[in-house]
C-alpha cells in the first residue's frame, strides 16, 4: 500500500468514526430527552451542546504555571544530581 493510498484509508476512516458518533450523540440525544425527564432542565441545552464532535478545547497553562513547575523541575535536577555525588 502506498503513502497515498493510506492516507486515503485513514479518511475514509475517520469520516465513518465521527458518522458512528454522530449516530451515538443522537442516541444519547434522545434518550436524554425522553418523556420521562423533566423539561426544566432542558432549557438552553440543544444538541450540539450536549456533546461536541470534532472540536477540541485547547487547555493552556499560565504563565505563573510554567515559572512554577520550571521551578520545581530544577529542584527536582538538583536533587538529582546531589544524590548522585
Known amino acids: 500500500m502506498t503513502w497515498a493510498e493510506f492516507r486515503l484509508r485513514l479518511i475514509a476512516f475517520n469520516r465513518s468514526e465521527q458518522r458512528n ?3 451515538l450523540r443522537r442516541l444519547s440525544w434522545i434518550t436524554y430527552i425522553a418523556p420521562h425527564q423533566d423539561p426544566k432542565k432542558l432549557r438552553g441545552m440543544k444538541e450540539d ?37
Open 21 to 23: 458518533e454522530y449516530k
Open 49 to 85: 451542546n450536549w456533546w461536541k464532535i470534532g472540536k477540541k478545547d485547547v487547555v493552556r497553562v499560565s504563565d505563573n504555571g510554567k515559572k512554577r513547575f520550571i521551578e520545581e523541575y530544577k529542584k527536582y535536577l538538583e536533587k538529582k544530581e546531589n544524590a548522585r555525588a
